[in-house]
T-cell receptor, first 112, second 113 residues
Framework: GENVEQHPSTLSVQEGDSAVIKCTYS??????FPWYKQELGKRPQLIID?????GEKKDQRIAVTLNKTAKHFSLHITETQPEDSAVYFC???????????FGTGTRLKVLA | DAGVIQSPRHEVTEMGQEVTLRCKPI?????LFWYRQTMMRGLELLIY????????DSGMPEDRFSAKMPNASFSTLKIQPSEPRDSAVYFC???????????FGSGTRLTVV
């Protein structure tokens, strides 16, 4: 079945630095990859997504890149701010179903 | 749209009692998912429905857990009898084929003492 691996599990960066979180997936038929941000005590919220027909998508300080050949996708956060501190989850669809497989999460700490 | 609505937000119950969690998906979304989140196990998919029909309940821990979706705007997750190890945050999420991804509800924090 589909498997999604996410690295690193924790990441600490200085405010203003960049952060990169990487995920790999196993199902080559996967065609949509969302990223979720979960702040402490709150729900996971979709922050950016990418479809398989593009290699990169940007939204202000966040971007996602996709390498379909290597079957990995990454979240990039530039000019990090303390409010970026949260747990980030990647996900990939489980082909033939309506569900998504989530990565195990990355706890990002932005140090002021 | 008010998003995915879950109730109650918090539930504290004694071991052995029945617990019912409720969810109203976003109107027009045809898939609904129940997740459980703990520090130890992360986000676990318990069950999901498509067009009100249960599709995959392989994540339901045991017979004490049951879920229903009687119509497109309402679902319940029931635990009977509850146990302390059921303590977790339970999220409901919905999606549609056109939007992709999930929209999560605010969750129900369940504590079984």
């Amino acid at each position: 079945g589909e498997n999604v691996e996410q690295h690193p599990s924790t990441l600490s960066v200085q405010e203003g630095d960049s952060a990169v979180i990487k995920c790999t997936y196993s199902d080559s038929a996967s065609n949509y990859f969302p990223w979720y941000k979960q702040e402490l005590g709150k729900r996971p919220q979709l922050i950016i997504d990418i479809r398989s027909n593009v290699g990169e998508k940007k939204d202000q300080r966040i971007a996602v890149t996709l390498n379909k050949t290597a079957k990995h996708f990454s979240l990039h956060i530039t000019e990090t701010q303390p409010e970026d501190s949260a747990v980030y989850f990647c996900a990939a669809p489980s082909s033939g179903t309506y569900k998504y497989i989530f990565g195990t999460g990355t706890r990002l700490k932005v140090l002021a | 749209d008010a998003g995915v609505i879950q109730s109650p937000r918090h539930e504290v119950t004694e071991m052995g009692q029945e617990v019912t969690l409720r969810c109203k998906p976003i109107s027009g979304h045809n898939s609904l998912f129940w997740y459980r989140q703990t520090m130890m196990r992360g986000l676990e998919l318990l069950i999901y429905f498509n067009n009100n029909v249960p599709i995959d309940d392989s994540g339901m821990p045991e017979d004490r857990f049951s879920a229903k979706m009687p119509n497109a705007s309402f679902s319940t997750l029931k635990i009977q009898p509850s146990e302390p190890r059921d303590s977790a945050v339970y999220f409901c999420a919905s999606s549609s084929v056109t939007t992709g991804g999930y929209t999560f509800g605010s969750g129900t924090r369940l504590t079984v003492v």
